[in-house]
């Protein structure tokens, strides 16, 4: 049994991988942002006291968090399509990304809105805050804050869960890689490289997330507490 | 000329006020007030309904029957305006509670800016002077986490006081601080109560509501068993008044 490795052959096709990586980055960017708003509306709807919209939030997380996401995938997929809908596969993958790491988020942002003590509420309340002015100035951050290290890998766990996305002809990593592997027969090459690629990936999101932690909370950066 | 409220109108009236948690009757029709300037002291046990009593001005609590103006609002109606009250009152807890993720000056002029819609130089003017007040000028730019109890209540103080309100309230605001920083603390509200701030203060500072107080109100078991000037203290009239004091309560 020997093995034999030919990686030049595979590795002449960078800029293919490149485009890829960078695709897959780009899924990850707009589902983050979008998945990060629509987790925390829903975390914010499971906790208002209309049982209407607090189902409904429910009723999402609790669907999204059961199903698994190559069947939601090919429910947008297909469901926009019957509905006679056309639209990019990286557009119809943004979506769904998002339906899906929005349901997750809403679970651990909810984690966050808990752990905020009832008298920071009451101290605002008393300074006659509003509502909206309560949430955005006083739970927000702190609750973001509380929960950011499980927030920041749910989003890389979903960039690596976006490979599954080549399964509607997305261009992304996993995509690329299929394509190349059925190309040149030098499968085992070209998923070490892409595995390799997958865990730059990472890097870089982990990256950007400690950046954005140093910008989000100046006060662990003062105290030289940073996440 | 504008004719000013006539200073016997209170700005803190209860009257028969009623209420519950579940089955525990906490306020059993308590009535008192507090006129401008004036400065009272709840006292009594634990449980003994003075925590609520002082939430339900605020509307922290809301009441079961009876009635309560505060400056002006009938803050037992269902449609009082929380938002109008609470620029008219301040409110110290016990545990301070000033926003961990703000500055010392950030949680000062939050409120003025988003309630008020106050300028931001402007705020921060205002900051700057409260803190003077409470003697922390110099921790401006510091996290309420690298102050002490005592200077965080002093900061919570001034939080306050920067929404210039009519009326403070202060709930046991001295119940975590060990006796130096307690003193600290009382210091200011000694100051408030001498600039003329109208406060109703649930403490058990029994020397210090002694010293600072107009009126006592006693409360024993959700009612005001006895109430009068400070000296009820060293003379009370009722057996549990005399026993509560009388517990070593009273500190010269």
């Known amino acids: 049994m020997s093995l034999q490795l030919d990686f030049p052959a595979v590795l002449e096709r960078w800029p293919s991988f490149l485009a890829g990586a960078v695709l897959t980055l780009e899924l990850a960017f707009f589902a983050t942002v979008l998945g990060a708003l ?9 906790g208002t006291h209309n049982s209407l919209i607090a189902g409904a939030c429910k009723v999402y997380v ?4 059961n199903t698994p996401l190559l069947v939601q995938i090919f429910l947008v997929y297909f469901g926009l399509a019957s509905l006679g809908l056309k639209y990019s596969a990286f557009t119809v993958a943004v979506a769904a990304l998002t339906i899906n790491v929005g349901a997750y988020t809403a ?7 808990e752990a905020i003590p009832r008298g920071q509420i009451e101290a605002a309340e008393g300074l006659a805050l509003s509502r909206f002015q309560i949430y955005w100035h006083i739970i927000l951050l702190p609750a973001v804050e509380k929960v950011y290290p499980a927030l920041t890998s749910q989003f890389v766990l979903l960039m690596l869960a976006s490979s599954v996305c080549s399964q509607i002809s997305a261009e992304e990593l996993t995509a690329v890689a299929n394509y190349i592997q059925s190309d040149t027969y030098r499968a085992f090459e070209t998923y070490i490289i ?3 690629l997958y865990v730059i990936l990472s890097l870089v999101m982990r990256a950007g997330f400690w950046g954005l932690g140093l910008l989000l909370f100046p006060r662990r950066r003062r105290l030289g507490t940073p996440l | 000329m504008q004719q000013n409220a006539p200073s016997s109108e209170p700005i803190v009236s209860l009257h028969n006020v009623q209420k519950s948690f579940g089955a525990l009757r906490v306020l059993d029709g308590v009535s008192f007030a507090v006129a401008r300037g004036e400065v009272l002291a709840l006292i009594g ?7 609520t009593a002082l939430r339900c001005i605020d509307r922290f609590e809301k009441v079961d029957g009876g009635q309560i103006v505060v400056c002006g609002h009938r803050v037992d109606r269902p449609d009082v305006n929380l938002r109008a009250l609470r620029q008219d009152v301040g409110i110290v807890f016990q545990s301070y509670n000033l926003f961990p993720h703000l500055t010392i000056e950030q949680n000062i002029t939050l409120a ?4 008020k819609g106050m300028a931001t130089s402007q705020a921060k003017d205002l900051a700057r002077k409260v803190l003077a007040q409470v003697g922390l000028d110099e921790k401006l730019h510091a996290y309420p986490e690298q102050l002490s109890g005592g200077q965080q209540q002093r900061a919570a103080i001034a939080r306050s006081l920067a929404m210039q309100p009519k009326v403070m ?5 001295t119940s975590a601080l060990d006796p130096e920083l307690t003193g600290e603390v009382l210091k200011v509200i000694e100051q408030l109560a001498a600039d003329g701030m109208t406060m109703v203060m649930v403490t058990h500072e029994m020397g210090f509501a002694k010293g600072i107080a107009d009126r006592i109100v006693f409360m024993h078991r959700g009612k005001v068993h006895e109430t009068g000037p400070a000296s009820i203290l060293t003379s009370p009239t009722t057996p549990e008044l005399t026993q509560f004091v009388g517990t070593g309560n009273l500190k010269s």
Do not use: N, Q, W, Y
Not at chain 1, 38 to 46: D, M
Not at chain 1, 107 to 113: D, K, V
Not at chain 2, 45 to 51: A, D, L
Not at chain 2, 112 to 115: D, E, N, S, T
């Open chain 1, 38 to 46: 629509l987790g925390t509306l829903a975390a914010v709807g499971r």
């Open chain 1, 62 to 65: 609790e669907t999204i968090r």
């Open chain 1, 107 to 113: 679970e651990i942002m909810r984690a966050g809105f």
């Open chain 1, 194 to 196: 892409v595995a390799v």
């Open chain 2, 45 to 51: 046990r634990s449980g003994s309904g003075k925590s």
């Open chain 2, 112 to 115: 003025p800016c988003a309630v």
């Open chain 2, 169 to 173: 309230l202060f709930d046991e605001v």
